[in-house]
């Protein structure tokens, strides 16, 4: 009997058995679907394997069917239905074929979805994902979390560094995670020097970029040293020395004097409601991670917080060697602790990013952010007065400059011989230059030193400014005695020689010519060495 068309197997195009082994399509990339040429031969195979389907279910066998074979001619009742019979199981094994290849292509089809494929036409879909741009650490730190973060504190109410708080620290700091500090500030720390020497009330200062955070610690340290009932500090010629007998009263007040002043700057940070105070712990808080590069210190930090000025003090108190141990990090972890008081959100709104992107220079320098941050609580970039909106020109700038808000406790001075030319100078406003109390952290050629008065009122009345002595210091070697400068605006400067006597003043004395522009000053035997 002829083979018919309804006789024939059903054949799929491009689509075989998974158990022939061919045809299945491998998930490797060297069988992506972007790299074969099958698409259109699997969208017309699973077309036809539809049709197909639905041709078998609609038939439906006849009761009476005749079978007519070419060879003999005749027919039979009993031979009709077993090739009856035949035909109905063949149809099942064709619509069970055909329905396991399209559960085959099914499963092609999906396939394809997850590799963001069209089967429909068999062509990648163009993913419409935005380019991916690096947000800046201000604007990351300016938004607010929409889910808290989860603290974990341990028994003494100590807070492990998290990996987040790392990378800000560093950001801020440096601009990026991997680069950590130097060796010179890992080996800063708060030490005083010899209680016999001319400098008995002096810290010990390194010769590189943390001068300037020590000097702002050694000035508060000069506050509760000179201001209080009981100074011991007499001055003797041109120096401030201790009386043997009271030596050793002395080094607990300057011990304590230290402690007190660590506590103010951390204090004013938090605006006087909140400090927080960063240790080294003994155990990793943080995983290892690409992003952040390990010291030795920062990965092992605890954080405690405090709400009282008392118990900040009493810690502090307790953890004293972590700041002045001999092989701690004091200069890193002081720094911290001003950061974390003032909190992240406020030191990007205080500084201004195009001035002062990181708080450290570079070079690992202080920045004016920095310096602000230690002597008056907020790290702006500037030292002027208030806001400023436009330029010299009277022309609008694209943004406002942010400086001093109100009168600070402690001054600020400078002076560099760089800008004696320059018309568009550094300019330190009066709220610094007029403290309230009589000690000033200056900046004279990128050397940082402190002038300071043994008169605590000398400020509170012009009258008492008149003729005063102001005494100097700079932790230098050279600096091997005392310097003690007298100030006398009563007849003022008399420079008639021109430029060239002009050129003649030391740069010291140019820089408290920015505060008592006719004052003339007396070195007192001292020769200027800065």
């Known amino acids: 009997m002829p083979q018919t068309s309804r006789d024939k197997k059903p054949s799929v195009p491009g689509i075989t058995c998974p158990r022939q082994g061919k045809g299945v399509v491998s998930s490797s990339p060297l069988s992506s679907p972007s790299r074969g040429s099958y698409f259109p031969e699997l969208r017309e ?27 003999s001619g005749f027919s039979s009742a009993s031979s009709a239905d077993f090739v009856q019979e035949e ?9 069970e074929q055909t329905e396991k290849n399209l559960k085959e ?44 973060e989860v603290i974990m504190r341990l028994e003494d109410g100590a807070m492990p560094i ?53 000097m702002c610690v050694q000035a ?12 011991l500090l007499q001055e003797k010629a041109s120096n401030l020395i201790v009386d043997r007998f009271n030596m050793g009263f002395f080094e607990d007040e300057r011990q304590d004097a230290l402690m007190r002043a660590l506590a103010d700057i951390l204090w004013k940070a ?31 930090i605890l954080i405690y917080e405090f709400t009282e000025f008392e118990a900040l003090l009493k810690f502090l108190r307790k953890h004293q060697d972590q700041f002045q141990g001999d092989f701690s990090p004091g200069g890193i972890l002081m720094v911290y602790s001003a950061m974390l008081s003032r909190t992240f959100q406020k030191l990007v709104l205080d500084m201004d990013e195009h001035k002062t992107p990181t708080i450290l220079t570079p ?30 020109k009277r022309k609008p700038l694209p943004y406002p400059l942010m400086g001093q808000k109100e009168r ?83 007849s003022g400067r008399n420079d008639t020689d021109g430029d060239d006597e002009e050129q003649k003043i030391p740069s010291l004395e140019r820089c408290i010519l920015t505060k008592w522009p006719d004052a003339v000053v007396n070195w007192n035997g001292t020769s200027p060495f800065v």
């Open 105 to 148: 292509l099914s499963k092609l089809a999906k396939l394809f979805d997850k590799q963001g494929l069209e089967f429909s036409d068999a062509q990648p879909k163009k993913s419409e994902i935005p380019p991916r741009v690096e947000v800046p650490l201000s604007v990351q730190l300016r938004e607010e979390k929409k889910e808290p």
């Open 270 to 300: 938090g605006e006087g409601k909140f400090a927080a105070v960063t240790i080294v712990g003994e155990k990793l808080c943080l995983s290892p991670s690409p992003q952040l590069r390990f010291d030795g210190y920062t990965e092992k």
């Open 363 to 392: 070079a690992e320098g202080c920045t004016a952010a920095l310096i602000n941050l230690f002597l008056t609580g907020r790290a702006v970039s500037y030292l002027f007065n208030g806001k400023v909106v436009y330029d010299k």
């Open 220 to 231: 508060y340290i000069l506050k509760h040293l000179l201001y209080r009932d009981s100074c």
């Open 408 to 490: 600070a406790e402690l001054g600020f001075l400078f002076w560099d011989k760089a800008e004696f030319e320059v018309q568009d100078k550094t300019e330190v406003g009066s709220m610094l230059k007029t403290p309230k109390l009589p000690i000033w952290l200056t900046c004279v050629n990128d050397v940082y030193g402190v002038l300071f008065s043994t008169m605590p009122e000398l400020l509170s009345h012009w009258r008492k400014e008149h003729r005063f002595s102001l005494f100097y210091f700079t932790g230098q070697a050279i600096q091997s005695e005392g310097t003690k400068l007298t100030i006398d605006n009563r």
């Open 87 to 95: 035909e109905s199981a063949m149809k099942e094994r064709e619509k």
């Open 45 to 71: 195979g699973y077309k036809e394997a539809t049709g197909i389907i639905r041709n078998l279910e609609m038939e439906k066998p006849t009761d009476t069917q005749e079978l007519k074979r070419n060879d």
């Open 162 to 214: 998290t990996l987040d708080t790392a990378l800000a620290l560093r950001k801020l700091l440096f601009g990026t995670g991997n680069y950590t500090f130097s060796i010179e500030w890992k080996r800063t720390r708060f030490t005083f020097r010899d209680v016999k020497s001319n400098f008995p009330y002096g810290l010990f200062m390194e010769k590189h970029g943390s001068r300037g955070m020590t």
